[in-house]
């Protein structure tokens, strides 16, 4: 169990956090500083300062948070596509509408033309992670002979665009966007159904490999 002084600062690092978030959108990233986001989160210039010495660290570690996920959840054993894929499908979908992504996301396309580097961090400690995990599962399936997939790369942009277009983007612009889990699971399931048909491993594809 966690001391008393260790959960007092998680709730600073927290509230920190939360606080940085919302004075990035309300008033962009340059604008901000780490004195007003220490007034904002109710700590202490110096208490800020310890945990996040820069405004670019504390910026890596919202990314970091958001796209956090549980220690294996981004492992897919190989031997049964349809289930892996949809397992990650789903992990996928759960990150994308946890709360506070999309305003992460209008934080990066607004200030990555004067901050490159927020859009290298958001790909770099978040996404690219999760894309990876796609990407070697399914270069997986293919040496395990359930899948084609020649280029991995590119099947797994494909297979996170077909998901990311229904579950994330149109929450961009659209307030009121908010499909049902039904339809999440739904638009995953179509997602992995268009993955199988496109790589299964048919009677010349076996007989090539073979």
């Given at each position: ?186 638009s995953v399931d179509e997602a992995v159904q268009t993955v199988l048909a496109r790589h299964a491993v ?9």
């Open positions: 169990m966690p001391t008393y002084h260790e959960r007092m600062a998680e709730q600073k690092r927290t509230a920190i956090v939360d606080a940085a978030t919302e004075l990035f959108l309300e008033s962009g990233y340059d604008k901000t500083s780490l004195a007003r986001i220490a007034d904002a989160a109710g700590v202490s210039k110096a208490t800020l300062f310890k945990q996040f010495p820069t405004k670019a660290e504390l910026f890596d570690a919202i990314v970091t948070d958001y796209w956090r996920t549980e220690e294996g959840a981004l492992t897919s054993q190989p031997g049964d596509p349809a289930k892996g894929l949809t397992a990650l499908g789903n992990r996928y979908v759960a990150l994308l509408t946890r709360p506070g992504m999309v305003a992460l996301f209008r934080i990066v396309i607004a200030e990555t033309p004067r901050f490159p580097e927020l859009g290298q961090t958001q790909f770099k400690l978040g996404k690219q992670p999760f894309f990876d995990s796609v990407r070697d599962y399914l270069a997986a399936e293919h040496e395990a002979g359930t899948l084609v997939v020649e280029d991995p790369v590119l099947a797994a942009t494909q297979f996170l665009g077909m998901i990311s277009n229904f579950a994330f983007w149109p929450r961009m612009l659209l307030v009121n966007w908010a499909p049902t889990e039904k339809a999440m699971a739904h048919t009677a010349a594809t076996g007989a090539a490999r073979a």
